[in-house]
Nanobody, 123 residues
């Protein structure tokens, strides 16, 4: 079974930082693209960032320069470092994995999603 276990969410003031982690299991981590999506209250889920198997990255325009995605294959873990957080970053964040290893049109083609972790940014 593919499992993606996200953690690291919480309450932070605007301008603060958080690091999300996602531990993957049930598939060969090195063969899958991985990434993060988010869903704010009343809004559709949107892609935040993606990391291809070759190390290429993609970011939503709204987070470029503030968020960084990286992974540790020895730990089967993908991270999302979020700096200079804004109230509009408040959302449930989900990690996801894609069997297609590359980034297409700025996003990954996800097959699997994990449970979310809530990030709340206060103004």
């Amino acid at each position: 079974d593919v499992q993606l276990q996200a953690s690291g969410g919480g309450l932070v003031q605007a301008g603060g930082s958080l690091r999300l982690s996602c531990i993957a299991s049930g598939f060969n981590f090195d063969d899958f693209a991985v990434g993060w999506l988010r869903q704010a209250p009343g809004k559709e889920r949107e892609g935040v960032s993606c990391l291809s198997t070759r190390g290429r990255t993609a970011y939503a325009d709204s987070v470029k320069g503030r968020f960084t995605i990286f992974s540790d294959s020895a730990k089967n873990t993908v991270y999302l470092q979020m700096n200079n957080l804004k109230p509009e970053d408040t959302a449930v964040y989900y990690c996801a994995a894609a069997s297609y290893p590359e980034i297409t049109d700025g996003s990954c083609l996800y097959d699997y999603w994990g449970q979310g972790t809530l990030v709340t940014v206060s103004s």
